[in-house]
């Protein structure tokens, strides 16, 4: 009887295998591209890699005169350190082609209305990446390295070591990077009809409890850097639930017969 089973449940395997085989071919392709995309960066990174950290540095250089130099006290913390920046860099960079290359997979199986969603949320997810990246690079990263130097003096020398300073930035850009989509995530949300503004604003004081939680974790649970991190995001939120509100106002006047 079991031998029956087997034998009469073995084909019906087979059947879904050959079902998901060229759904699983295209994945593997989709992911190899991405794969050997953040190579070719990250490797043009490395090649930059020098002028790359110099940029990054130039902030802390530029909050305390007492700051001229980064140190490392390990032999290969400098090999290290620029290897990691090569990477972070090789992924920002091929984000797009990430988010292309998932749109081109899952696109075919989406309706007409459903690709041109997918169009939005990659074109706009990307842009708000970058201008994440920006804010937190030129204007949230100086203030926090001038905070922070503003405890050096003649008699405490700070001595900050170039992996560490370089993942400091990097963990910040990426941070404000993924942050900045919030607005948008939500006003995509509402006009899908998965969670209105009023959800938004009646569970207000959990997401901010998540957003401090989030924050407290990625400055490495220094409280400072949590508080200059939160109330952007804070910020953020709150022009969530107000374009959330506006744009689904729009859409249902825009359906109004």
């Known amino acids: 009887m079991v031998k029956h089973n087997l034998q009469s449940t073995i084909p019906v395997i087979e059947r879904s295998l050959e079902f998901f085989r060229p759904h699983h071919l295209e994945l593997r392709k989709r992911l190899i591209t991405v794969f050997l ?6 490797a043009v990174s490395y090649i930059f890699a020098e002028q790359i950290a110099a940029l990054f540095i130039s902030p802390l250089f530029a909050a305390s005169p007492l700051v001229y130099k980064l140190v490392y006290t390990n032999l290969p913390e400098a ?8 990477v972070l860099i090789g992924i920002i960079v091929s984000m797009p082609v990430a988010l292309y290359q998932l749109w081109i997979f899952v696109a075919p199986g989406l309706r007409k209305n459903e690709k041109k969603l997918a169009v939005t949320i990659v074109f706009w997810a990307t842009f708000l990446f970058s201008g994440g990246a ?11 390295l001038v905070y922070f130097m503003s405890y050096a003096s003649e008699g405490l020398e700070p001595l900050p070591k170039l992996g560490k300073y370089l993942t400091f930035v990097a963990r910040t850009i990426l941070a404000f990077g993924i942050s900045f989509q919030i607005p948008f995530l ?9 969670v209105q503004a009023a959800y938004f604003r009646r ?31 804070f910020l953020l939120y709150e022009a969530g639930i107000f374009l959330s509100a506006l744009f689904n106002r729009k859409s249902h006047a825009g359906n109004t017969p």
């Open 37 to 42: 995309t953040i190579i070719a960066c990250s």
């Open 79 to 86: 090999f290290l350190a620029y290897i990691k920046l090569a």
């Open 134 to 144: 920006c804010f937190a690079f030129f204007v949230v990263l100086p203030k926090m």
């Open 186 to 194: 939500m006003v995509m949300a509402g006009k899908a009809n998965f």
């Open 203 to 233: 569970k207000r004081i959990y997401f901010y409890m998540a957003i401090v939680v989030l924050s407290f974790l990625l400055t490495a649970g220094d409280f400072v850097a949590t508080a200059l991190m939160a109330f952007p995001l």
